[in-house]
């Protein structure tokens, strides 16, 4: 079940990661560094993620 909830878990996190970069949002070095920060499990659900990156400057905050 540990492993079920990882995959829940780390799957949007990629998927997030992915579409970041396709867009051009992220380099390719800033998704491989989150890539390995989310394989370490650092972050929590999508959210979490983009949060960091904002925070760090590595991702613009978005106008809604």
């Given at each position: 079940k540990?492993?079920?909830r990882w995959i829940?878990?780390?799957?949007?996190?990629?998927?997030?990661?992915k579409t970041l970069r396709?867009?051009?949002k992220i380099t390719p070095s800033t998704y491989?560094?989150?890539?390995?920060r989310a394989k370490g499990g650092?972050?929590?659900s999508r959210r979490n993620l983009r949060q960091h990156m904002i925070s760090g400057g590595y991702l613009k905050e978005e106008e809604n």
């Amino acid at each position: 079940k540990d492993k079920e909830r990882w995959i829940a878990v780390i799957r949007p996190i990629r998927d997030e990661l992915k579409t970041l970069r396709d867009e051009g949002k992220i380099t390719p070095s800033t998704y491989r560094l989150f890539y390995r920060r989310a394989k370490g499990g650092q972050y929590r659900s999508r959210r979490n993620l983009r949060q960091h990156m904002i925070s760090g400057g590595y991702l613009k905050e978005e106008e809604n």
